[in-house]
């Protein structure tokens, strides 16, 4: 989750990924139970390097295709985006 979020925000290594969670955390613990506290860039590294490429885009494919199913989006006449989440 960190990682994905990390790289919605621009962030491309494992370090960026470290970074962000670090400067987020207390956001991020509304949302997630870090037991353990942020993870380091090593355990990043580590995660990508075990990751198959094809289960990461089955992953996000599954994720994308979730949320555009949960959220509805309105443009306005002056074209303004309005972006709301069904129940």
């Known amino acids: 989750t960190i990682s994905l979020l990390c790289a919605l925000c621009g962030g491309e290594t494992a370090v960026d990924m470290e970074y ?15 037991p353990h506290g ?17 289960s990461f885009q089955t992953f996000f494919d599954c994720l994308t295709q979730r949320l555009w199913d949960s959220i509805e989006v309105f ?3 002056d074209f303004w985006f309005i972006v709301t989440f069904m129940e």
Not at 38 to 54: E, Q, V
């Open 20 to 34: 962000f969670g670090q400067m987020k955390e207390d956001f991020l613990r509304e949302y997630l139970e870090l």
């Open 75 to 77: 443009v306005t006449e």
């Open 38 to 54: 942020i993870p380091c860039h090593d355990a990043y590294s580590r995660l990508f390097r075990l990751m198959k490429p094809s």
